[in-house]
């Protein structure tokens, strides 16, 4: 009889034990409040929201997303804007196609178009809806990024860093090499910019020069669960077509299994960052 009641004893304390261990290994999901109006957690990130605004130099009326844009940023500073030129344009960018694929794959590229964290139409008319892309902000995210970016003799050092306090799966990183303060004409059709038509020293600004990545995006791997930190370096040959390599900077945002843009962060030439952490 001692024998049975000592098995018995010793197995309900072997269960006991095992169910403590299950309990201490399974993660409390974290819930995370991005809306605009959420109070800052700690440890959590800004979020931020990306603005693709596909464009031409020819087209008249894609000043209108422009001049949508510079009211975001008057808005908001969480905001993250890339000008992917299509056309015939000095700028035309030659990888489009898997964008306009993702985005328009039934139709031509009809500009203006633009698109918020990668597939949300930004609703027309642009100006008249800041608060859209505003909205998409937040002080709250489960993923934060930073980049510090340095010339090369060849061209630029780029670091990325992604940390997490919430578990992902199949994520992807999409890094762009941009260039500000090119000049060129602009048709204008609208009444934006004094109604000046062309426009004939027009400063494009954020205009996609290369993806450092796959355009849609490189496989993160499995290192992007709560408490881990992604990080990459990248050595990035100066594109023949950049006017001024002292005007380049980058744009590196994180997308999910659904192309969406979890997070995005712009970082210029020489510029060493933090993540945008909340105390």
Not at 200 to 225: K, Q
Request: aromatic content about 10%; hydrophobic content about 40%; some cysteine.
């Amino acid at each position: 009889m001692k024998r049975v009641s000592l098995f018995v004893l010793t197995l309900l304390s072997t269960s006991l034990f095992i169910a403590c261990s299950e309990t201490n290994v399974i993660e409390k999901p974290i819930v995370i409040d991005e809306t605009p109006d959420a109070e800052p957690v700690s440890g959590q990130f800004t979020k931020n929201v990306l603005i693709e605004d596909y464009t031409g130099t020819w087209c008249g009326n894609c000043t209108r997303v422009s001049y949508g844009i510079k009211q975001v940023f008057e808005q908001t500073n969480r905001a993250v804007a890339v000008a992917i030129h299509y056309g015939n344009d000095p700028y035309h960018f030659e990888g489009i196609d898997p964008l306009k694929n993702l985005i328009s794959p039934d139709f031509d590229l009809e500009l203006p178009v633009s698109r918020l964290n990668r597939l949300t139409v930004w609703s027309f008319p642009e100006p008249q809806n800041v608060q859209q892309a505003v909205n998409l902000t937040s002080v709250n995210c489960g993923l934060g990024l930073k980049m510090n970016a340095s010339r090369t003799a060849t061209g630029y050092n780029l670091q990325v860093d992604a940390k997490f306090v919430q578990n992902y799966e199949g994520l992807k990183l999409v890094v762009y090499l941009l260039e500000d303060d090119l000049i060129y004409f602009q048709r204008n059709y609208t009444q934006f910019y004094n109604a000046v038509n062309p426009i004939p020293n027009f400063e494009h600004d954020h205009v996609l020069r290369a993806s450092v990545t796959n355009i849609l995006g490189d496989a993160m791997g499995s290192n992007t669960r709560f408490g881990e930190t992604f990080s990459k370096t990248f050595e990035i040959a100066l594109p023949a077509d950049i006017e001024n390599p002292e005007k380049v900077n980058f744009v590196a945002f994180v997308v999910g299994a659904d192309n969406r843009v979890i997070n995005v962060r712009h970082c210029n030439l020489n510029e060493t960052q933090d993540f945008q952490e909340n105390p």
